[in-house]
């Protein structure tokens, strides 16, 4: 029985029931794999997330990456979450000190991902001269040409997420995605679709899909320590921390990058001339390219949510925003879902805030403790007490009427490991994703259960979200038929923006 069929047939002694992380370490706990049996993956969108998710996969056993393809040959712009974080775990994957010595800043693009995948195997199997890493500007030449490849993993901006997936599951590839899974409700719904049609295993880079912290969200919620839910609130201090909205459409043209294919870059969304304004990372502020605060941290957030409250998607909804740009998003946005009464649980309001706007202050909350973690958080308001989260759901914290705080499962785990070459726990991941996450969908690849993010999972979650960002854009109550895919109430103009107009040949 070699390695591929093990994996099968434990999965399937498992039925439907979702591999425990532990029963994913047994799965995977092999010294060595056969290549044969190694998941040939392309990396498609190698920018400094796609490089981050590469260097995690580089150092997996299970996976053998045999192509990396981006519109950009390679530049030193992109974004760093620390000081030389991207550099320094560069040279922590490939053991190589000097890497990067002549960048003069964060490097990422396609030939950069190249030079590292070949010199990691290079290394690992003691061939200088190894040069089994192809590199493509083009993904559909990617998918013609790499006949023996399995999966995909799409690191672009998010209007490029559902053609790339698509095509990928229609070529007969599994897919891994970045947040948000899709730039369009009609995309999330066709991604979904797509997936069952073909049968190809999916996950999208939602980490938290299977953390304890999740679970024990979800254990608290059901268990009543804080009574039915009625109302959630979640903040984030994106995206005025991290990038900027609320700009006006750039009015002259900057000169294309050498290496950049910007028509390419472009791919669906309408041309226009090259600004600075747009790239890198400040893509997502724009609603051609991104889906602003909302699509970066929504999905990690509702995740947790949805799977502690049992929530489908949302009925209505609405916004209140800083001022309105006609092509970006604003500099900050509440949005309000609203969910009806189920047989499980009472009718249930959602606000999401951003952009630094932080719901009110718990009254009971005593004035010395915080109501979040890094001025981000969650709060479930039941009809017995309150529960306070991190944004993901970690150290939770439940809040009586009279202000008493409870740790039901003792104070905040120690900081992360840091960042280490050593497989397959991955140390402090680079992507911030632990081996486990990626495991179980690798596993689904071989025919194992689905992954717990998977598209159809996670559809009805980027639906809700995606329902918020048109209303963030048109200060409309929103009313959303599901079934008929339409609203019942809003504008003309909000319901075009249900289901994008692409521009070709870049269309699904």
């Known amino acids: 029985m070699n390695r591929r069929e093990l994996i099968r047939n434990l999965s399937l002694a ?10 994913l370490a047994d799965i995977f706990a092999f010294n060595q794999v056969k ?3 190694k998941l040939t993956v392309a990396c498609i969108g190698v920018g400094s997330q796609g490089l981050r998710v590469l260097l995690d996969m580089l150092r997996l056993p299970e996976v053998q990456i045999v192509a990396v393809c981006d519109v950009n040959r390679g530049s030193s712009d992109y974004l760093d979450w620390g000081p030389n974080e991207l550099r320094d775990k560069v040279r922590t994957v490939l053991q190589n000190p000097s890497w990067g010595d002549k960048h003069p800043g964060p490097t990422a693009g396609r030939e950069v991902a190249q030079s590292i995948v070949n010199a990691f195997y290079a290394k690992e199997r003691s061939k200088p001269d190894y040069k089994g890493c192809a590199a493509y500007e083009d993904y559909r030449e990617l998918l013609a040409k790499e006949h023996d490849l399995d999966a995909v993993i799409v690191s672009t901006p998010d209007h490029w997420h559902a053609l790339i997936a698509i095509a990928a599951m229609r070529a007969g590839k599994h897919v891994y995605s970045q947040k948000p899974m899709a730039h369009s409700v009609w995309e999330a719904r066709e991604m979904a679709r797509v997936a069952k ?12 899909s299977d953390s304890v912290a999740s679970k024990q969200v979800h254990d608290l919620i059901t268990t009543s320590a804080i009574g039915p839910v009625r109302s959630i609130d979640i903040w984030t201090k994106r995206a005025s921390a991290f990038w900027k909205q609320g700009l006006a459409t750039p009015t002259h043209a900057d000169p294309i990058p050498d290496g950049l294919n910007w028509e390419m870059w472009l791919g669906p969304a309408p041309m226009r001339p090259f600004s600075r304004s747009y790239m890198p990372f400040i893509w997502r502020a724009w609603y051609d390219f991104g889906c602003g605060a909302v699509g970066d941290m929504g999905e990690y957030g509702f995740d947790t949510i949805f799977r502690a409250v049992d929530l489908g998607v949302a009925e209505r909804m609405e916004a209140s925003t800083t001022d309105l740009f006609p092509e970006c998003y604003p500099v900050a946005s509440s949005v309000h879902f609203h969910f009806g009464a189920t047989q499980s649980r009472p009718a249930l309001q959602l606000n999401w805030f951003d952009g630094g706007i932080e719901p009110a202050r718990p009254s009971e909350l005593p004035g010395d403790a915080a109501m979040g973690t890094g001025g981000e958080g969650v709060i479930y308001t039941g009809d017995k007490g309150k529960l306070i989260t991190a944004f993901m759901g970690e150290d939770p914290r439940v809040l009586t009427a009279t202000g008493k705080i409870t740790r039901p499962f ?12 050593s497989k397959p726990q991955l140390g402090g991941s680079a992507s911030g994703a632990d081996a486990a996450h990626y495991l179980e969908w690798i596993s689904a690849c071989h025919g194992g ?12 979650i980027v639906e809700t979200l995606l329902l918020g960002c048109i209303a963030v854009r048109t200060h409309e109550s929103l009313l959303w038929d599901r079934n008929k895919f339409t609203f019942t109430q809003g504008s003309e103009r909000a319901k075009a923006l249900l289901k994008p107009t692409y521009r070709s040949p870049y269309t699904l």
Do not use: H, L, M
């Open 449 to 460: 259960p689905p992954a717990r993010a998977n598209y159809a999972y996670e559809a009805p």
């Open 197 to 208: 049609e073909t049968g190809c295993a999916t996950q999208v880079s939602i980490f938290n």
């Open 410 to 421: 003792g104070p905040p785990t120690s900081a992360p490991t840091p960042f280490q070459s």
């Open 35 to 37: 290549p044969s049996d």
């Open 14 to 23: 498992a039925a439907s029931i979702p591999p425990s992380r532990a029963a």
